[in-house]
């Protein structure tokens, strides 16, 4: 079974930057499909980067700022966060799920393993 762990959430001013990390284990981590979705208070929960075997794809709200990546070698899956803004304030969860390629890697509903979350707080 594939556990999930995040990290690296935390509080940081408008303009600056945060890497947020999830642990893995369990599953084939080279070949998971993963995702980074956010949740604010009061919202669903919105996809915000995924990543699959050699493919990646993001939300049009963090295009070019955020990058998500992968370390193999420390099955450890990143997101990248820059240029912050006060409207990424969210709890930031990472997904998994067993397969190399999801139809749409953005909707929550593809992904059956979650973590714990992290808060992502950015201030005006």
């Known amino acids: 079974q594939v556990q999930l762990a995040e990290s690296g959430g935390g509080s940081v001013q408008s303009g600056g930057s945060l890497r947020l990390s999830c642990a893995v284990s369990?599953?084939?981590?080279?070949?998971?499909?993963m995702g980074w979705f956010r949740q604010a208070p009061g919202k669903g929960r919105v996809g915000v980067a995924a990543?699959?075997?050699?493919?990646?794809k993001y939300a049009d709200s963090v295009k070019g700022r955020f990058t998500i990546s992968k370390d193999n070698a420390k099955n450890t899956l990143y997101l990248q966060m820059n240029s912050l803004k006060p409207e990424d304030t969210a709890m930031y969860y990472c997904a998994a799920e067993e397969t190399s390629t999801v139809l749409f890697p953005l909707w929550q509903n593809e992904y059956r393993y979650w973590g714990q979350g992290t808060q992502v707080t950015v201030s005006s």
């Open positions: 990543i699959d075997y050699g493919r990646t």
């Open positions: 369990g599953g084939t981590f080279s070949r998971d499909a």
